[in-house]
């Protein structure tokens, strides 16, 4: 089959992705936007005892969501038919939605209908469902074991920042550096008590 064309400056990204798993024995297949939100499903596929690459599943990071149509018609029912799940932030939920209808998992979709399927919004980020689900303070204590802490306490003396909710706070933080939040997502997610895991990184394992 002819790869699906990507549009966006991510193109030769998405379709590196697609080339490197043709061919795949991949059972199932778990669509997200970046590489934080991979590294925090696997951390947690971890923690709930799962080998992932034992039971055939893949998680790609599509490099963004408008790559969403091209994966979805490689994968879905007009490609390779793998069982597949996904998890998207809020903002992006709308992207996700159009290329699930437009790939031919329904009409007119509701955040409901989109779970039934398999994927999963994020409100209103990765970071946001981690930070609430831990709670501040849990938070900062990660933020402290990478030695970050100081930074984090000057970021929040910056005039923009004054006097906005410290999970506010938090949740720019890890958006302020290159990298911080890839680093970040599996330590967060290891702090988890897994009893208040974040419905939506539940949600797409139980899927898969």
Do not use: Y
Not at 14 to 23: A, F, K, T, Y
Not at 160 to 185: C, D, M
């Amino acid at each position: 089959m002819e790869l699906p064309q990507l549009e966006g400056t991510r193109t030769n990204a998405g379709l590196d992705r697609l080339r490197m798993i043709e061919g795949s024995s991949a059972r199932a297949v778990v669509l997200v936007e970046g590489i934080s939100d991979q590294r925090a499903l696997e951390a947690l596929a971890e923690r709930r005892g799962r080998a992932l690459d034992a039971e055939g599943v893949r998680i790609i990071p599509i490099g963004g969501s408008r790559s969403i149509g091209a994966f979805l018609e490689r994968f879905g029912p007009q490609g390779l038919e793998v069982r597949l799940a996904g998890l998207c932030d809020a903002a992006e939920e709308g992207d996700f939605r159009h290329g699930l209808e437009r790939s031919g998992f329904g009409s007119n979709l509701t955040r409901a209908d989109m779970e039934r399927l398999g994927f999963f919004v994020c409100v209103a980020d990765l970071e946001d469902e981690l930070i609430r689900a831990l709670g501040a303070a849990a938070v900062e204590e990660v933020i402290a074991g990478q030695g970050e802490l100081a930074s984090f306490r000057t970021f929040q003396k910056q005039p923009a920042w004054q006097g906005r909710a410290v999970e506010e706070q938090l949740r720019r933080f890890f958006g302020t550096h290159k990298g911080r939040k890839i680093r970040s997502a599996p330590l967060l997610v290891g702090a988890l008590d897994l009893s208040r895991v974040p419905r939506p990184l539940d949600g797409v394992l139980a899927r898969i």
